[in-house]
């Protein structure tokens, strides 16, 4: 079973904190796995490989806009978090799932971040938007509204070995251009430790994409980014994002789901971390690996 706890608007030293918590509690057998859903205050994140050119604004440019500047354990080079920005963490023993080919009894670490690559897809499915993964390169590319036309009704589209095929209520895609431009929408990072999973994904739902154009975005120059928001023309309330993506880690992790409000649901007592409801999120939202790449 994966617990879900929603955490709403978290600055990236406590989400930090808070994953090293959860990750000793795993490690120990206190807890089960655990999929945080939050959003960050502006914040930059460089990996172990980061190359600090790749932050492109000056130190005052940064301060202007509120936007902090970390380093983290996971791998990588150079990202960006903020609101309007769906990121999950999943705390994940990989020893309690087994490989697709049947010949491992733990999940090894390629697989489980093209298992979080296929969760991103089917969310972005069940909004209408093509998405899948490039060769070589990780995280979740959508397709740009130029190459692909609305969802038609009843008619399956072949896809490639590297995609997805997504569907949603309303039936299947259907390309409009033989050639396909792709936009970022959702980075991958992850650090495993003694089989332990944390840090995660970040996927772009009503994000400001203009933090992006401090950074060169994961070192990679020649892809633009993208949200939900760009490609779908409207605000996407990220409660519905929230709840599609843990539906979607049901099915890809093959997993039974269970919400809690609060960590003292899942903890049985306080972590000493404090952090906003969230139905504050709600209220908010109402008014209106080793690496990251």
């Not at 920005?85 to 390629?110: C, M, N, T, W």
């Not at 298992?115 to 740009?144: H, Q, S, Y």
């Not at 979607?248 to 649901?265: D, H, K, R």
């Amino acid at each position: 079973m994966i617990s879900v706890v929603q955490l709403g608007t978290v600055d990236y030293a406590t989400g930090l904190r808070l994953q090293q918590r959860l990750v000793e509690l795993r490690k120990e057998g206190r807890i089960g796995d655990v999929l945080l859903v939050l959003e960050h205050t502006p914040v930059i994140t460089l990996g172990r490989n980061a190359k600090a050119k790749n932050i492109v604004a000056s130190l005052e440019v940064l301060a202007q806009r509120g936007v902090e500047v970390f380093e983290c354990d996971r791998g990588g080079d150079v990202t960006f978090h903020g609101p309007g920005q769906l990121v999950g963490y999943p705390i994940f023993d990989l020893h309690g799932f087994s490989s697709s080919e049947g010949k491992r009894k733990i999940l090894g670490a390629v697989e489980y971040v093209r298992r979080l690559e296929e969760v991103v897809i089917r969310t972005c499915a069940d909004f209408g938007i093509p998405a899948k993964r490039i060769p070589g390169l990780t995280g979740v590319w959508a397709e740009l509204q130029a190459t692909w036309g609305r969802p038609s009704s009843g008619v399956q589209v072949e896809r490639s070995s590297t995609e997805t095929a997504g569907t949603t209520a309303s039936g299947s895609f259907t390309k409009s251009a033989q050639k396909s431009q792709e936009a970022k929408i959702a980075a991958i990072g992850v650090h495993i430790s003694r089989a332990v999973t944390s840090h995660g994904f970040a996927l772009n739902v009503n994000t400001d994409l203009e933090y992006f154009d401090l950074i060169v975005p994961c070192g990679i120059e020649a892809k633009p980014v993208t949200s939900m928001e760009k490609e779908l023309a409207k605000k996407i309330p990220l409660q519905d994002v929230a709840y599609s993506i843990s539906r979607n880690f049901g099915v890809v992790f093959e997993s039974q789901i269970l919400w809690l409000e609060t960590l003292e649901a899942l903890l049985g007592k306080s972590v000493g971390v404090p952090l906003k409801p969230p139905a504050e999120l709600r209220e908010v939202h109402k008014e209106e690996d080793t690496f990251w790449v």
